[in-house]
C-alpha cells in the first residue's frame, strides 16, 4: 500500500518532459518581452557611458566662444568641437576646433585655474562635444582612438582623432573612421550635459 501511494507522487517521464517545455515557452516569452522594450539591451544601460570620469566643467557665458557655442546648439546639430588644452608663452589656453573647419583659442580664466582643468579634458588631451545630426541627443568623446590608446600604458602613446568631414572622425593609426551622430559608434563616451551655447559645458 505504501509503495502505491509513493509511485503515484513522483513525476513521470512524461510529465517531467510537458514540464521543461512549458518552462522553456515562459522563459522565451518573458526575454522575447524584454527584449522589446530593451531591458536587455546593454548598449543603453551599463555600457553607455566609460568608466573614466573627467569631470571637466567650462563656462562658456565667461569665454563667448563661438567655435565651442557652435556645438552646443541644440539648432545646429552635427556640429562637433574638439577641445584641447596648449601651453603658451607660460599660459594656460584651450584650442577650439569644430567640424566647420573654425578654430579659435581662450586663455584659462581664475575658475579654469581652480578647477585644474588641463587635466580634465579627456584621457590625454581632447574632447569632442556636440548634438547629433540626427536627434537632441548631446554626444561627449574622448578624443583618443578607442582601439589604439591605452590608459594604463607606460609610457602613454597619442592616438588623437581628427575630423574627417561632416561629423566622422578618422584615427591616423589604424584608419578607422567612427560617426559621431550615431550612438554607439565604438568610441569612447562620456555623460554631458550643456545649458546652450553661451552656458555651462560639463563632461562628466
Known sequence: MSEKTTSSHQ??????????????VLLCS??????????TSCDDAEFKYSNFHCNFVLNNMQHQDA???????PFAKGIFCRITFQMKSGAKYFIFENTNGDCSEKIFNAEDERNHSEQRIGMNNGLIVG?????????????????????????????????????????????????????????????ATTTGPLGLLHVH
Open 131 to 191: 548634438y547629433s545630426a540626427y536627434d537632441d541627443v548631446f554626444f561627449a568623446y574622448d578624443n583618443q582612438c578607442p582601439q589604439c590608446f591605452d590608459y594604463n600604458a607606460l609610457p602613454v602613446r597619442n592616438y588623437p582623432l581628427s575630423f574627417s568631414g561632416n561629423d566622422i572622425v578618422k584615427c591616423a593609426n589604424c584608419k578607422r573612421e567612427f560617426a559621431l551622430s550615431i550612438s554607439g559608434n565604438g568610441l569612447t563616451r562620456y555623460d
Open 67 to 73: 567655435t565651442l557655442a557652435s556645438a552646443m546648439n
Open 30 to 39: 518573458v526575454l522575447g518581452l524584454c527584449s522589446g522594450i530593451g531591458l
Open 11 to 24: 513525476p513521470t517521464s512524461q510529465w517531467r518532459t510537458t514540464g521543461k517545455r512549458a518552462l522553456t
